[in-house]
């Protein structure tokens, strides 16, 4: 079966980064865009990033352009997201998600990031 899960949240300040992971299982990885995706308490879904299969193209949210780099390693089937400049608003609980044809087939449960100045 696919499984996703996600790693490296956490209590952070502003200044610090975090590496989020998400290691995937039960497919084939090298065989679908991956996206980052949160939520920040009591607001709803915002798309954070996308990456192809073979990881050669990326896009951002705005918001986080210039401060987050989404990647990949297919040997190791890990999606990962590198957070620089964490902001509170970065605060969120974040999701790794298979991209298919007909949307967002399989989600993670989430890690949660908490940025507090």
């Known amino acids: 079966q696919v499984q996703l899960v996600e790693s490296g949240g956490g209590l952070v300040q502003p200044v610090v980064s975090l590496r989020l992971s998400c290691a995937a299982s039960g497919f084939t990885f090298s065989s679908y865009s991956m996206n980052w995706v949160r939520q920040a308490p009591g607001k709803g879904l915002e798309w954070v990033s996308r990456?192809?299969?073979?990881?050669?193209?990326?896009f951002s949210a705005d918001s986080v352009k210039g401060r987050f780099t989404i990647s990949r390693d297919n040997a190791k089937n890990t999606l990962y997201l590198q957070m620089n400049s964490l902001k509170p608003e970065d605060t969120a609980v974040y999701y790794c998600?298979?991209?298919?044809?007909?949307?967002?087939?399989?989600w993670g449960k989430g890690t949660l990031v908490t940025v507090s100045s």
């Open positions: 990456i192809t299969g073979g990881g050669g193209t990326t």
């Open positions: 998600a298979q991209e298919a044809s007909g949307g967002m087939d399989f």
